[in-house]
């Protein structure tokens, strides 16, 4: 059976739980609350073939990028979320991306699914979940 392709460009349309998660991470509070203010854009290229994937977070503050090999560990490095690095593997479930990143904080790692044109993101660190939900853009 194929996997989905993630590909596309993807605006946040809701969220929930993001203070808790950031204070999990021990982001301090002035800038968790304007990490709680921004509205993200995800940009992913997805070749199903390789497993290839990049993951591009864009903000109005900072951008982030993740470039990975699904089903192989990574060096990630967190710096401009909250200053760690981590050993990272993400696999599928199912149609679903699991990643676990392994480091400092324990349980920490996310889920990806898509269902029609929505992204669905839920992020988990220390039994704290926090969920974003993105529609592909037009």
Request: aromatic share 8%.
């Amino acid at each position: 059976m194929s996997k989905p392709n993630y590909s596309g460009t993807f605006n946040m349309v809701e969220q929930e739980n993001m203070d808790a998660y950031l204070a999990a991470l021990d982001i301090n509070f002035a800038l968790r609350k304007i990490v709680c203010l921004l509205k993200p854009t995800k940009e992913i290229k997805h070749d199903p073939a390789s497993g290839a994937m990049k993951i591009r977070t864009l903000t109005t503050l900072k951008n982030f990028d993740m470039d990975f090999t699904i089903g192989q560990e990574f060096t990630e490095d967190l710096g401009p979320v909250d200053g760690r690095k981590c050993q990272t593997t993400v696999s599928w479930e199912g149609d679903k991306l699991i990643c676990v990143q392994r480091g400092e904080k324990e349980g920490r790692g996310w889920t990806h699914w898509l269902e029609g044109d929505k992204l669905h993101l839920e992020m988990r660190v220390q039994d704290v979940i926090a969920k974003q939900v993105f529609k592909k853009a037009d």
